[in-house]
């Protein structure tokens, strides 16, 4: 087959793997092989320029940055509709239609109103020429470059029967779960959020580079068009057959009965609202005979055939109280806000996360602020931001506590973590349950029958407040517990005593220090042998230790600084609890008998590279001779470097180093 052959039968199975996922809702391939054959059909065009075709697939990427958009008039302007904000002022509606008609009910086509951003589709012989906003509805802007980004546009009209000119308008929007990753990624990256989606909608269609807009995860649903030319009579009939030439259509589009048939939709989409994968404000109804809305016509701009019925809204302004800070069960400190009451996304709202210390930093959040506040499908309510310009006095910035405000042990934020955390683990009330069940767990102390339930019940009832009084239960006292048999009362307790002598690797893991798994755990109880020597471990010694970087040693060192954990470790030992150093069982030596000079500066600390090389049965030494076995050279290796290569002395880079460590199990 010809290039041009393939390039056309790649444009054409693409074409319909994404009106089938758009349009359909029926995805057809893996991504893997979606992307192959994009990928395919890029290079072929990168090779024969000549086959890039304006309605190819491969035009979703995004072209070249414009300096301006231009302006375009629309020939048949861009409404608005009018909005109710009750029953009554739908009813009226309803009322002012069936006069209008002179009939006695109105059959209506009713659908989801979608909280993004109007847009004009032009199509001239199938082919999608010109994307517009709505500006002020007689002059848009000229979007095309970046509406060609997005997938669920279709570039080429499918099916039969379209006129040689088409204008299509609908929404473009930003999916909830596209916009709550996007979010959560540049929060972690410490970049600036998104508002909401609407605002991410408008936003990213008004980005110059169309590859900015390519990479945001827009969507579209189509509404309306400017001619009925090939089209049925009616709303609902215009949709199906938009449907077949290739858009996607609300899903929840249907037509109902009168008014009764309007207030049963509006309340069953209210229902819906919050599981919907997008914002909706409200539902729109139009009467669904075309004739019927050209006898109804328009008063000033907004048709009178058609409704904006309006939810109650997800965002609203309300006053910063305080922000609290609340300690999550893995010790996050998150800062709340405290609100003054306001009724948002149909609840009253009292409280709404700050995310973190960072976040309210750079939306420059202060108490007293009047801010707003958006509560949006089933996420949790948050501040947006607040409103600056409306600070009338100097409000003092947030600044988050040096100690939990639960447990009163140290609060630590290591570099380059969004996340302050609390310290102090064994004794804080906010995690002691979630520790209670790991300290018991199998790979911990292995403490049978101390589930989920009966942790909650032992912490709730104050028989238990940290791990060390684990040790101090007496079968009688579990006996009044819930579901607590005699026998599994006294199973429980021989458990608990049977798992006093832990391996120290494990008892480490049971700590629950931050970061420490299993791996590092046994890695530090065979360097250290003893909890004392742990104890004492500086940064620069935890980091010598196989597996551990400087994130891990400063959570070490944190826990064993907070001296509210050791209390806890002095009462587990008073309590009985005693580890044992197992003997060190020799692995093997491949190394054994060779004779390793380190050089040059390597990533990982010289110490580190040194106990792995002694692990695996090398000598270090410290020159280099013909003795040598080989020497691992870092960046910017000088003398040993040279005398290893004049003496032929195998020589290693860190690269090959690791990959060695790898080969034997280490990393
Ligand atoms: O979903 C919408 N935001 C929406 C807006 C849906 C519609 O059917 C509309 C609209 C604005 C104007 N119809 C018109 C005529």
Redesign the pocket.
């Known amino acids: 087959m010809g290039a041009a052959d393939r390039a056309a039968e790649l444009r054409r199975l693409i074409a319909d793997w994404d009106h089938a996922y758009y349009v359909l809702d029926e995805p057809r391939v893996p991504d893997a092989e979606y992307d192959r054959h994009l990928r395919e059909l890029q290079d072929l065009e990168a090779e024969h320029p000549d086959l890039a075709t304006p309605d190819s697939p491969t035009q979703r990427v995004g072209g070249a940055p414009l300096d301006a958009f231009e302006e375009v008039r629309h020939v048949t302007p861009m409404?608005?509709?009018a909005n109710a904000f009750s029953e009554e002022e739908a009813s009226e509606f309803d009322r002012r239609a069936r006069e209008g008609l002179e009939v006695e009910s109105v059959t209506y086509a009713a659908?989801?109103?979608?909280?993004?951003v109007?847009i004009s589709l032009s199509y001239r012989d199938g082919e999608l020429v010109r994307a517009a906003t709505r500006g002020d509805g007689t002059r848009g802007e000229n979007v095309t470059a970046n509406v060609r980004t997005i997938a669920a546009v279709p570039l080429r009209l499918r099916g039969a029967g379209w006129p040689a000119e088409l204008e299509v308008?609908g929404?473009i929007y930003m999916p909830l779960a596209g916009f709550e990753a996007f979010n959560e990624k540049a929060r972690a990256a410490g970049e600036r959020t998104l508002v909401n989606p609407r605002n991410a909608a408008a936003g990213s269609l008004r980005q110059l580079d169309p590859k900015m807009t390519a990479a945001r995860p827009l969507a579209f649903?189509a509404?309306?068009t400017t001619t009925r030319q090939g089209l049925p009579s009616s709303q609902s009939g215009a949709l199906a057959t938009l449907k077949e030439w290739g858009f996607p259509v609300n899903p929840e589009v249907t037509t109902v009965e009168g008014l009764e048939g309007l207030l049963a939709y509006y309340a069953a989409l209210g229902e819906k609202r919050a599981g919907l994968a997008y914002d909706i404000d409200g539902v729109?109804y139009?009467v669904d005979d075309f004739e019927a809305q050209d006898t109804l016509g328009f008063v000033s701009r907004a048709?009178r055939w058609?409704l904006?019925h309006k939810f109650p809204a997800q965002e609203e302004i309300t006053t910063l109280l305080a922000i609290d800070v609340q300690v999550g069960r893995t010790g996050a400190l998150t800062p709340v806000a405290r609100l003054e009451p306001v009724f948002v996304g149909g609840v009253t709202v009292t409280n709404a996360t700050l995310h973190n210390e960072d976040e309210i930093r750079r939306k420059d959040v202060r108490p007293g602020d009047q801010v707003i506040v958006r509560r949006a499908g089933d996420v949790i309510p948050e501040v947006v931001r607040a409103l600056t310009d409306r600070r009338t006095e100097e409000l003092a910035p947030f600044v988050m506590p040096e100690t939990c405000p639960v447990c009163g042990s140290a609060v630590e934020r290591i570099e380059d973590e969004a996340v302050a955390r609390c310290t102090g683990g064994l004794v804080c009330a906010a995690q002691v349950k979630q520790h209670i069940q790991h300290f018991a767990s199998r790979k911990a102390l292995d403490i049978e029958g101390l589930g989920e339930k009966l942790v909650d019940q032992l912490v709730e009832t104050g028989l238990v407040s940290t791990v060390a009084d684990l040790f101090h239960l007496e079968a009688e006292q579990l006996a009044g517990l819930e579901r607590m048999g005699e026998k599994s009362a006294a199973n429980l307790v021989a458990a608990i005593t049977a798992a006093r002598r832990p391996e120290l690797g494990r008892l480490l893991f049971a700590l629950g220090i931050r970061e420490v798994g299993e791996v590092t755990a046994n890695n530090l109880a065979r360097h250290f042998r003893s909890l004392e020597a742990l104890e004492a471990a500086s940064l620069e010694d935890l980091e010598a230790v196989p597996d551990v970087g400087p994130i891990m040693a400063a959570h070490v060192r944190a826990f064993f600084d907070e001296p509210h954990n050791l209390d806890v470790i002095a009462a587990l030992r008073a309590a009985g609890l005693d580890y044992v150093v197992p003997e060190v069982v020799e692995g093997p030596k491949p190394l054994a008998g060779e004779t390793w000079v380190l050089t040059g500066t390597l990533s990982m600390p010289r110490i580190k590279a040194k106990n792995y090389l002694e692990t695996l049965g090398a000598k270090v030494s410290g020159s280099v001779s013909g003795k040598s076995s080989a020497v691992l050279a870092g960046e910017n290796a000088g003398s040993k470097l040279a005398k290893a290569e004049k003496l032929g002395v195998r020589v290693l880079d860190e690269e090959a180093f690791i990959a060695l460590l790898q080969e034997h199990g280490l990393v």
């Open positions: 409404l608005s509709l659908e989801p109103k979608l909280d993004g109007a308008r929404e649903f509404y309306s729109v139009k048709p058609a904006a």
